[in-house]
């Protein structure tokens, strides 16, 4: 197992990962767009309880079945959780210190992917709606609410 660190912007939010080796993806989706202002984002999903965070971190739901961290002084996204990923959190690549070290295996939310975003990597891409744990959950959501 190796330790990764990563942090906010500013310093006033730092973590360490115990890492075992996950891959990391990307989202495309008009979310993560915005909260990064930039195309897309990188994520590495961890066990929860392999993170280890210093600062405080706010949250803000932008669905019912995402939340997501940033750190308040800087505004630099952290976490990106899933509701039916209890057990799991999504850390933002972009904060680690060496982004380096988990490039993605995959790209999701391509149906999202910007138009002027070459990317020729070979690497698969996923829309939601062919993520099958995705669409449970939405499901899920949906029959909750009938
Ligand atoms: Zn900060
Ligand atoms: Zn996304």
């Known amino acids: 197992m190796m330790t990764l ?3 906010c912007l500013c310093g006033a939010v730092r973590y360490e990962i115990d890492y075992e080796g996950e891959r990391g993806s990307t989202c495309h989706c ?3 767009r915005r909260q990064s202002g930039g195309a897309f984002m990188g994520f590495v999903t961890v066990p929860r309880g392999h993170l280890r965070l210093t600062g ?3 949250t803000y739901r932008s669905s019912e079945i995402g939340l997501r961290s940033f750190c308040p002084n800087c505004g630099t996204p952290i976490t990106m959780d899933y509701s039916f990923e209890d057990d799991r959190t999504g ?12 490039p993605p295996s995959l790209h999701w939310g391509a149906e999202s992917m910007l138009s002027w975003l070459k990317l020729e990597d070979g690497l698969p891409r996923m829309t939601t709606d062919e993520d099958p744990e995705f669409v449970e959950a939405l499901r899920r959501l949906g029959e909750r609410d009938r």
């Open 56 to 58: 405080e971190l706010k």
């Open 91 to 102: 850390v933002v690549t972009g904060s680690l210190d060496d982004p380096e070290a988990v």
């Open 5 to 7: 660190t990563g942090g």
């Open 30 to 32: 008009a979310m993560c």
